[in-house]
């Protein structure tokens, strides 16, 4: 998502652009691209709540959860 949220971004000709990411799971992030602000880093586990969702499930819970199947 990142990468096409940049490339769209940047055909604006951005004087500066900054990523933040409030988790970010450095075993999935494949990427040479630099995140500028990070909350936490967090393992390879699905999670859920604070807006995060399973199959239209969990996006409302005020807290994040790691999904165990």
């Given at each position: 998502?990142i990468?096409?949220?940049?490339?769209?971004?940047?055909?604006?000709?951005?004087?500066q652009?900054k990523?933040?990411a409030?988790?970010v799971?450095?075993?999935?992030?494949?990427?040479?691209?630099e995140?500028?602000?990070?909350g936490?880093?967090?393992?390879?586990?699905?999670?859920?709540?604070?807006?995060?969702?399973?199959n239209?499930?969990?996006?409302?819970?005020?807290?994040?959860?790691?999904v165990?199947?």
């Open positions: 998502t990468v096409k949220v940049m490339d769209t971004l940047m055909k604006k000709n951005p004087k652009i990523i933040a409030l988790l799971k450095p075993g999935k992030f494949n990427n040479k691209m995140i500028d602000y990070k936490m880093d967090i393992g390879n586990d699905f999670i859920v709540g604070y807006g995060l969702d399973y239209r499930k969990g996006r409302n819970l005020k807290d994040i959860y790691i165990v199947e």
